[in-house]
Every structure is written in structure tokens, then in C-alpha cells.
């Protein structure tokens, strides 16, 4: 790839929280910036799970990335990146290389399966649309399965959903299915009651959002709960297959399993040859320099960075003001000026339980809970996301749903009608198995 010699070339990999605001950073820079990710959009990944739950569509929290990077010195390609040859500076993708004077990466994550990914097959996890697709498609099609099942037992199998790992992923997943199946879907259905589906949370951990304080914690379960969300924690998963679960010796017998328990980074970080955490993260110096390299940044997820004693969390956020203090690092190196360390400033963060619940931290200091949390919840999201097309039409999605319950986006795109049980024609003319049947009139 051949760029303006005589400009600083600023490679940005991945179009993020961090990349993005790393290039907007730049966008008046006496630099060449060129951003490459392996999709031509940049996704609001905290409302993935509603996208896997019929509440948003996928347009409702993307954005076209060449559409938000708009400025005269900025490319942007569609590439995977593969590794980094620090000793040659060049990034290394599917299309070829891309040298560079200065690397900003900030891919991100990946889901973890704790040393199983044969698990991965069985039980998809949620970090982009093709991942919120796939789960919202196995969800509607395990309740079509179960209108079609006349087997009591394999029916329980269809309307029991698992979700392995109690994070913010976790919950927001087992809250939005919860209320999904008991008040969204039951006047859809004739032949079952999805108000019977069971939904079951397992955590390893002692409590759920084990990152919040105790008493947050046992909030956000007790709202779980109410919703009708069983959880367990303490609660090892051992075995995971295309049925259920194993935990210990214990199976549940489940036809639709999600992942929301582990991340790890991107194995771009691996061709690095630099000191990584257990997660797979550059450790990186209080800059967000790679140790020995002031020429290569890393940001956001893929970043292993402690301030306080306490690690810089995964958080979009944080992100940001990465994203952000290395486009200042980036102009002061260019004027010959000392990098500065970073220094992230938490101003809160939040995880919704379901409809009109939802906990908080702000500034580290003040805990909030219930309708107040989730206000300030749907606020914070709807001011982060980007593009006035995409606030405006989530907050009509969002007050469509809060005054009528109803999850419209139910979409099941591929034909999958040959894997669903036999229709036996005699098992469902009837009412429906939830409501009485009219009074006779004499």
C-alpha cells in the first residue's frame, strides 16, 4: 500500500470505541491516518443483546465507519490484520502489508471458552452482529421447535435456555430472555407456553457481577429472580454440548446454550513478542506504549494496564479516553514533546436487569439501583451511540417496546424449517394450552 511520503503515516487497526476516537483524535493532524477493520462498521457492542433479543435491529447500533471518519487525511480499508513485524513496522493483513511510522491497535476482544473451544459450537457468544443474529435465531427457533414438539420432555428441552458466566453479558442476557418469554412472546404461541420457559444463569463466582459491590450484586440477583431467571453461582460448567450442560455431575438438558463467561484478546497481540497478562493483553506502559516501542500504542481491550492497584477495566469508556490520550501522545511526539501517562477517570458504569431495573456506580462513589439506575442507563447509551439516525430510532424502538412489550425484530432469516421436529397434526388445534377455554353460552 503506498501512501504520502513526506506525512507521518498513523496506522489504526480496528474501528472501536478506542480506534475511533484515536482517528478523530487525529483528524486535523499534520499526519496520514489510515484505519483498518475487519468490517466496514463500527458497532455499539453494549446493546448487542438486544439486537440477540428482537428489541433492535442490527442498523439500530452501527454506523458506516467512512462515514464517521471523514476527514481529508484519513483512509479507511477493510482488512484483517493478521500480525505486526515491529522490526520491519509493518502490519500484516489479508490484502498485504501496510507499513507504518506510528500503530495504534485496538481490535479488542474475543470470547474465551477457559481452554474448550470445541465449545464454541454449542454455545455462541456475543461480541458482533453475526453473534446477535445467530443467538436471537437459535432463541426463536428453539420456541418454534417447541410449538411443533409434542414430547413433553423434549419440549422442556426446547423452553430451557442456559447462560453460562453471570458478567454484565450474562445478566443482561438472562433478563432480556426472561422477560421476553414471559411477556413478550405468550399470545404468539398456541401450542406452548413460553411463560413456562426456564431461563438459568450458572456463575463460577461466588455472586453475579462480581466487579460491583456486594450489595449491588445481590440486588441485580434478586431482580433476576423476580423476573424468574434461575440463578446459580458458585457453579462450575464442565461439559457443553448440542443438548446442555454438564455441571460437576449434573446435567441440564437444554437445546439452546449461550456463552457470556469469558474474553480474550485478540491473538493479533501474540505476533508482538511482547509481555502479555493471562488474558492475552499487552502490558503496556503507563503511556500505552508497548514496552521498548514508542512508536506502537494499544488501547482499549487489548490493553493490560493497572492504576491504583486496580486494572484499567474492559469497558468502552475507557476505551474512549484511550483512544483519546494517544492522539494527544501521538501530536506531542510529532512536536518532540514528552508522551504523557495516561490516567483513566471512572465516571460510572451500569448493567440493566431488565424492564425498568438496572444497577450503577457513578465516580466510584455513588451506588444507584432499580428505575433510577435504568434511566440513567438508557440516557448514558442513547448520548454514546453514534449518529443521530441510530439515538432517534432507538429511542422510538425502546418506547415502542416499554408501552406494548412487544419484540418485533424476530427475525429467523435462514431456512431452518428441516431441522425442527415432525408436525403432528393431531397435537394442536386446540386453544391455546395457557389461556381457559371460553365459557359455553346456554
Known sequence: ???????????????????????LGLGRAPVEVTVLDRYNHHLFQPLLYQVATAVLSPGDISAP?????????????????????????????????????????AMGATHSYFGHPEWAEFAPGLKTIDD???????????????????DPERQREWLTFVIIGAGPTG?????????????????????????????????GLPRVLNTYPEELSAKARGDLEKLGVEVRTGTLVTGVDDEGVM???????????????????????????????RAGRVKVEPTLNVPGHEDVFVI?????????????????????QMGRHVAKNIRHRLMGRPLEPF???????????????????????VRVSGRIAWMMWLGIHITF???????????VDWAYTYLTKRRDVRLITGLHANKLPPIHSESGTGPRRHEPEPAHVH
Open 1 to 23: 500500500m503506498e501512501h504520502n511520503p513526506g506525512r507521518h503515516h498513523v496506522v489504526i487497526v480496528g474501528g472501536g470505541f478506542g480506534g475511533l476516537q484515536a482517528a
Open 65 to 105: 465507519i467512512r462515514q464517521v471518519l471523514r476527514g481529508r487525511n484519513t483512509t479507511v480499508l477493510l482488512a484483517d490484520v493478521q500480525s505486526v513485524d515491529l522490526a520491519r513496522k509493518v502490519v500484516v493483513s489479508d490484502g498485504g502489508e501496510i507499513p507504518y511510522d506510528t500503530l495504534v491497535l
Open 132 to 150: 446477535a443474529r445467530e443467538i436471537r435465531e437459535r432463541v426463536l427457533l428453539a420456541l418454534e421447535a417447541a410449538e411443533r414438539e409434542t
Open 171 to 203: 445478566v443482561e442476557l438472562a433478563g432480556a430472555l426472561a422477560y421476553m418469554t414471559r411477556h413478550s412472546l405468550p399470545r404468539d404461541y398456541r401450542r406452548v407456553d413460553t411463560s413456562q420457559a426456564r431461563v438459568l444463569l450458572l456463575e
Open 247 to 277: 455441571v460437576g455431575d449434573t446435567r441440564i438438558q437444554s437445546r439452546t446454550v449461550l456463552w457470556g463467561a469469558g474474553v480474550a484478546a485478540s491473538p493479533v497481540a501474540r505476533t508482538l513478542g511482547v509481555p502479555l497478562d
Open 300 to 320: 482499549g481491550d487489548l490493553a493490560s494496564l493497572v492504576q491504583d492497584g486496580k486494572p484499567v477495566p474492559g469497558i468502552a469508556p475507557a476505551a474512549m
Open 343 to 365: 490516567r483513566y477517570r471512572d465516571k460510572g458504569s451500569f448493567a440493566v436487569i431488565g424492564r425498568g431495573s438496572a444497577i450503577g456506580v457513578l465516580y466510584d462513589k
Open 385 to 395: 451511540l453514534v449518529g443521530f439516525r441510530n439515538k432517534l430510532a432507538v429511542m
